[in-house]
RNA sequence: GUGGAUGUAGCUCAGUUGGCAGAGCACUGGGUUGUGGCCCCAGAUGCCGAGGGUUCGAGCCCCUUCAUCCACCCCA
């Protein structure tokens, strides 16, 4: 038997590859431009740390995480996230005492142990970005307007932002107990799930895609009518920044994120390509997370990117141009093939592309090779060549073929494909 | 966790009532000494997802199991 990898874990071959990268290099580069830099946290940490500030009560902690003990008997957790990370490494290394606001970016993987489907693994890559230290509402918009900005960077222009705002520990209290207290006599008309969030987490009702919890939840309170002054004046003055900046956004008060931790100002940038998964960015204000994990009271507000529902949105739509070899030796012969391989090896420290065959074979079949790797020419040495000390070069392309002098050969054939590396724009 | 669909060559898929496992693409070699793409010829490639059962005989029928995909759910 084969062995598999298991199952919501894929391997990403190098077709697809390209695509990351060239995500990741842009989102890279946006990223910096809005003064992020990156951090690196551990894939690993103490279940703790996500137990509490992603909340026991919600579906990613009380049956998402891949929780384990170690040799010890610590119970340790795959990451389901990155911010609980990134926050814990705030806390730690207290980097707000040198700068008080903050900008980081990481990128990695995360673990869910959800039902695999379109779009969803259980291993998956996020590009996450956090802020901390300012309250906003100036940073709600730039983190917003950094998001959309890698969208269209990367160019995805049918993604729609929604927009909410779940309100702070003053007014979601009264929104909550609002709600409770509406959907109290509606249970008989929810599902399951529904009854039972109904009491321990009655925003999530909103999420609800059952019908009969859709019609009660579209007669429920809405959040907005809630918000205090404070809040309001926030998400208002989030909404003229975005105007200003002319990002379009929907107003969206079902959005309600499955974290805990979020308050205030909530996104997510949706797609209508990938069927359930919808969402390709989500993210919002968690002004109280750093102090219920230990840390100081800070605000921050981030969001993270699903990589792998991006690569699927972009499919074959990527302006990569693919690299071909800028030379093929191919050699005839044992000595040819001693020459080729060192002036390949010189060439390449060098800073040019050139394949040579491993094997010896023919001159048509090196040919053919050469053919399908795309390389841009080929330098047929064999015996005579060697003798007479000056062999064909073929631009496949022309198909015109130079004589050149193999004396000097590396440094002739480095200046020859560089001048015409550079006369063709590459690099 | 619940439903549905699908598992045959590297890929996309045929496979008749149960009777020798196939095609296209891709791959390797050849088509007059050492010149690629097109064309022609030849070749290699499979525990037919796995285990059991029925049968003289199973890719095909029955049971079990695993995997993948899709949806619910959840979220990025």
Known sequence: MEIASIKGFRDILPEETRVWQWIETTARRVFEDFGFQEIKTPILEKTELFSRSIGEETDIVSKEMYTFDDVKGRSLTLRPEATASVVRAYIQNRPYQTYPVQKLYSIGPMFRHERPQRGRFRQFHQINAELFGDPGPKSDADMISMA?????????????????????????????????????????????????????????????????????????????????????DHFESVQDALSDLEIP??????????????????????????????????????????????????????????????????????????????????????????????WAVDLRRNGLWVEVDYASTGLKSQMKKADRIGARHVLIVGEDELKTSRAALRNMLTKEQADVELKDAVNVLKEMLKDERERDGRD
């Open 148 to 232: 959309v900005y890698l969208f269209r960077s990367i160019g995805l222009d049918d993604v729609a932002l929604n927009l909410n705002s779940l309100g702070c520990s003053d007014c979601r209290p009264r929104f909550k107990e609002a709600l409770t207290d509406y959907l109290a006599d509606k249970v008989t008309r929810l599902c399951e799930d529904c009854q039972r969030r109904a009491t321990s987490n009655p925003l999530r009702v909103f999420d609800c895609k059952v019908d009969s919890c859709k019609e009660v939840v579209s007669k429920a309170p809405s959040i907005d009518a809630f918000l205090c002054q404070a809040c309001r």
């Open 249 to 342: 956004f929907v107003l969206n008060s079902r959005l309600v994120r499955g974290l805990d931790y979020y308050n205030r100002t909530t996104f997510e940038i949706q797609t209508e390509r990938l069927g359930a998964q919808n969402a390709v960015a989500g993210g919002g204000r968690y002004d109280g997370l750093v102090r219920l994990l230990g840390g100081p009271d800070h605000p921050a507000i981030g969001f993270a990117v699903g990589v792998e529902r991006v690569v699927a949105l972009i499919g074959d739509d990527h302006p990569l141009q693919d690299r071909r070899p800028d030379l093929f030796i191919a050699a005839l012969g044992k000595a040819a093939e001693r020459a080729a391989f060192k």
